[in-house]
C-alpha cells in the first residue's frame, strides 16, 4: 500500500471514530431530556389538589326565562350555595361584589350576570383544596337542577376554578385566589336586554 492509502485509511478511521462518539453522545443528550421531561410533567400536578375531572356541561335543552323570573331563581342559588360555604367555613363571610347586569353576548343572545359574591378570605386551603365546596355546594345545585361541580378546572395563575352549567345554559363558578368569587351567567329572554328590566330586589 503506498503511503497516501495508509493515510487516507487512518484519516477515515479517525473519521468513523469521532462519528461514533458523536452519535453515542447524542443518544446521552436525548435520553437525557426525555428524562427531564418526564419528571417535569409527574411534577406539574397539585399533590394534595382535587383529582377529578370536572363535571361535563349538559346539552341545552330548556328555553331561557324572562329576566325577572331568571334574576329570583337564580339568586336563590346564590344564596343557598352561600348559606353552604359559610356553615362549613364559618370563619369566611361572603358579601356583594358586583351588582346585577344584562349585557348582549356576541352571538346576540341576552345574557344576565346576577349579583356576584366575594369572600373575605382564600378558601382553597380551608376548603381542602375544594374538597368541601363540592360536599357542601353539590346537593345545592342538584336541587337547583345543575349537575355537581365535582372538580376544578385546569386554569393558569394560581386560580382554582370548579363550574357547573344547567339545562338552559346557565353556568355557576366558583374561583379562589384569594379572596375567592362565586359568579353565575344566565342566557335570558329579553328583546332590550336594558339592565333596568332586573327587578330593583334582585340587583
Known amino acids: 500500500m503506498t503511503a497516501f492509502g495508509e493515510n487516507r485509511r487512518r484519516a477515515l478511521m479517525k473519521l468513523g471514530s469521532e462519528m461514533n462518539r458523536r452519535m453515542h453522545r447524542t443518544v446521552w443528550a ?19 389538589g382535587p383529582q377529578r375531572e370536572p363535571s361535563q356541561p349538559p346539552a ?11 334574576a329570583a331563581k337564580y339568586n336563590a342559588l346564590t344564596t343557598e350555595l352561600v348559606a353552604a360555604l359559610e356553615a362549613k367555613m364559618p370563619d369566611i363571610t361572603w358579601t356583594v361584589d358586583d351588582p346585577a347586569r344584562l349585557s348582549r353576548a356576541q352571538d346576540g343572545r341576552c345574557i344576565l350576570a346576577p349579583r356576584s359574591m366575594k369572600s373575605s378570605a382564600d378558601i382553597v386551603k380551608p376548603s381542602k383544596h375544594f374538597e368541601d365546596v363540592f360536599a357542601v355546594a353539590d346537593p345545592v345545585l342538584e336541587k337547583h337542577g345543575f349537575p355537581a361541580f365535582d372538580g376544578t378546572d385546569p386554569v393558569p395563575g394560581g386560580w382554582v376554578v370548579t363550574r357547573s352549567t344547567d339545562a338552559t345554559g346557565a353556568t355557576v363558578t366558583i374561583e379562589s385566589k384569594s379572596p375567592a368569587y362565586l359568579r353565575m351567567t344566565v342566557p335570558v329572554q329579553s328583546d332590550t336586554c336594558d339592565s333596568n328590566e332586573i327587578p330593583q330586589g334582585d340587583k
Not at 341545552?60 to 331568571?70: F, G, I, K, L
Open 30 to 48: 436525548l435520553a437525557a431530556a426525555l428524562a427531564v421531561v418526564s419528571v417535569a410533567a409527574g411534577c406539574s400536578d397539585t399533590p394534595d
Open 60 to 70: 341545552v335543552t330548556s328555553e331561557p326565562a324572562s329576566v325577572p323570573e331568571s
